[in-house]
Nanobody
Framework: QVQLVESGGSVVQAGGSLRLSCVAS????????MAWFRQAPGKEREFVAT????????NYADSVKGRFTISRDNAKNTVYLQMNSLKHEDTAVYYC?????????????????WGQGTQVTVSS
Protein backbone atom coordinates (compact mmCIF):
# COMPACT_ATOMS: atom_id res chain seq x y z
CA GLN A 1 0.00 0.00 0.00
CA VAL A 2 1.35 3.40 -0.99
CA GLN A 3 0.75 6.52 1.07
CA LEU A 4 1.08 9.91 -0.62
CA VAL A 5 1.42 13.23 1.19
CA GLU A 6 1.34 16.52 -0.71
CA SER A 7 2.73 19.83 0.49
CA GLY A 8 3.59 23.26 -0.82
CA GLY A 9 0.15 24.67 -1.46
CA SER A 10 -0.31 28.32 -0.65
CA VAL A 11 -1.84 31.63 -1.66
CA VAL A 12 0.11 33.30 -4.46
CA GLN A 13 -0.46 36.28 -6.72
CA ALA A 14 -1.20 35.85 -10.41
CA GLY A 15 2.03 35.59 -12.37
CA GLY A 16 3.84 34.03 -9.45
CA SER A 17 5.36 30.61 -8.94
CA LEU A 18 4.90 27.71 -6.57
CA ARG A 19 6.39 24.26 -6.19
CA LEU A 20 4.35 21.36 -4.90
CA SER A 21 5.88 18.21 -3.45
CA CYS A 22 4.47 14.75 -2.90
CA VAL A 23 6.30 12.23 -0.74
CA ALA A 24 5.50 8.55 -1.11
CA SER A 25 5.91 5.80 1.46
CA UNK A 26 4.98 2.15 1.80
CA UNK A 27 5.97 1.05 -1.67
CA UNK A 28 8.80 1.04 -4.18
CA UNK A 29 8.49 4.55 -5.52
CA UNK A 30 10.52 3.99 -8.66
CA UNK A 31 8.04 1.38 -9.91
CA UNK A 32 5.11 3.80 -10.00
CA UNK A 33 4.02 6.23 -12.66
CA MET A 34 3.20 9.46 -10.86
CA ALA A 35 0.77 12.22 -11.72
CA TRP A 36 -0.81 15.43 -10.53
CA PHE A 37 -4.51 16.18 -10.80
CA ARG A 38 -6.50 19.15 -9.58
CA GLN A 39 -10.03 20.00 -8.62
CA ALA A 40 -11.39 23.52 -8.71
CA PRO A 41 -14.47 24.53 -6.72
CA GLY A 42 -17.62 23.22 -8.36
CA LYS A 43 -15.72 21.29 -11.00
CA GLU A 44 -14.62 17.72 -11.54
CA ARG A 45 -11.07 16.62 -10.87
CA GLU A 46 -8.86 17.02 -13.95
CA PHE A 47 -5.50 15.79 -15.15
CA VAL A 48 -2.52 18.15 -14.86
CA ALA A 49 0.68 16.19 -15.56
CA THR A 50 2.26 12.76 -15.40
CA UNK A 51 5.82 11.43 -15.31
CA UNK A 52 7.27 8.04 -16.17
CA UNK A 53 9.04 5.81 -13.66
CA UNK A 54 12.48 7.02 -14.68
CA UNK A 55 11.44 10.62 -15.01
CA UNK A 56 12.47 10.68 -18.63
CA UNK A 57 9.00 11.02 -20.15
CA UNK A 58 6.31 13.50 -19.17
CA ASN A 59 2.89 14.53 -20.38
CA TYR A 60 0.83 17.64 -19.65
CA ALA A 61 -2.66 18.98 -19.98
CA ASP A 62 -2.85 21.66 -22.65
CA SER A 63 -3.95 24.22 -20.06
CA VAL A 64 -0.61 23.99 -18.19
CA LYS A 65 1.81 23.12 -20.97
CA GLY A 66 4.77 25.50 -21.00
CA ARG A 67 3.99 26.79 -17.50
CA PHE A 68 4.14 23.69 -15.27
CA THR A 69 6.91 21.11 -14.96
CA ILE A 70 6.57 17.71 -13.34
CA SER A 71 9.67 15.93 -12.09
CA ARG A 72 10.64 13.22 -9.66
CA ASP A 73 13.51 12.24 -7.42
CA ASN A 74 13.41 8.49 -6.90
CA ALA A 75 16.12 8.65 -4.25
CA LYS A 76 13.83 10.88 -2.17
CA ASN A 77 10.55 9.13 -3.06
CA THR A 78 9.24 12.51 -4.15
CA VAL A 79 7.43 13.95 -7.15
CA TYR A 80 7.30 17.69 -7.77
CA LEU A 81 5.14 20.11 -9.68
CA GLN A 82 6.80 23.41 -10.50
CA MET A 83 4.13 25.94 -11.39
CA ASN A 84 5.10 29.20 -13.07
CA SER A 85 3.09 32.08 -14.51
CA LEU A 86 0.16 31.11 -12.32
CA LYS A 87 -3.31 32.23 -13.31
CA HIS A 88 -6.46 32.67 -11.26
CA GLU A 89 -7.93 29.64 -13.04
CA ASP A 90 -5.15 27.47 -11.59
CA THR A 91 -6.84 27.81 -8.21
CA ALA A 92 -7.69 24.30 -7.04
CA VAL A 93 -6.88 21.48 -4.69
CA TYR A 94 -3.93 19.62 -6.20
CA TYR A 95 -3.68 15.87 -5.78
CA CYS A 96 -0.77 13.52 -6.23
CA UNK A 97 -1.53 10.07 -7.65
CA UNK A 98 0.35 6.85 -8.35
CA UNK A 99 -0.26 3.86 -10.59
CA UNK A 100 1.59 0.58 -10.64
CA UNK A 101 1.34 0.14 -14.41
CA UNK A 102 4.26 1.53 -16.38
CA UNK A 103 2.03 3.37 -18.83
CA UNK A 104 1.40 7.08 -18.56
CA UNK A 105 -2.27 8.03 -18.47
CA UNK A 106 -4.34 11.19 -18.05
CA UNK A 107 -7.29 9.16 -16.76
CA UNK A 108 -8.13 9.44 -13.09
CA UNK A 109 -9.47 5.88 -12.93
CA UNK A 110 -6.07 4.43 -13.91
CA UNK A 111 -4.45 5.57 -10.66
CA UNK A 112 -4.75 3.34 -7.60
CA UNK A 113 -3.28 5.62 -4.94
CA TRP A 114 -4.12 9.21 -4.03
CA GLY A 115 -2.97 11.83 -1.59
CA GLN A 116 -5.26 14.09 0.44
CA GLY A 117 -4.51 17.16 -1.64
CA THR A 118 -2.99 20.59 -1.08
CA GLN A 119 -4.77 23.89 -1.72
CA VAL A 120 -3.40 26.36 -4.25
CA THR A 121 -5.06 29.74 -4.42
CA VAL A 122 -4.05 32.27 -7.06
CA SER A 123 -5.19 35.79 -6.34
CA SER A 124 -5.77 38.16 -9.23
Amino acid sequence: QVQLVESGGSVVQAGGSLRLSCVASGGTFSTYVMAWFRQAPGKEREFVATVARSGGVTNYADSVKGRFTISRDNAKNTVYLQMNSLKHEDTAVYYCAARSSGLLSPLEKRYEYWGQGTQVTVSS
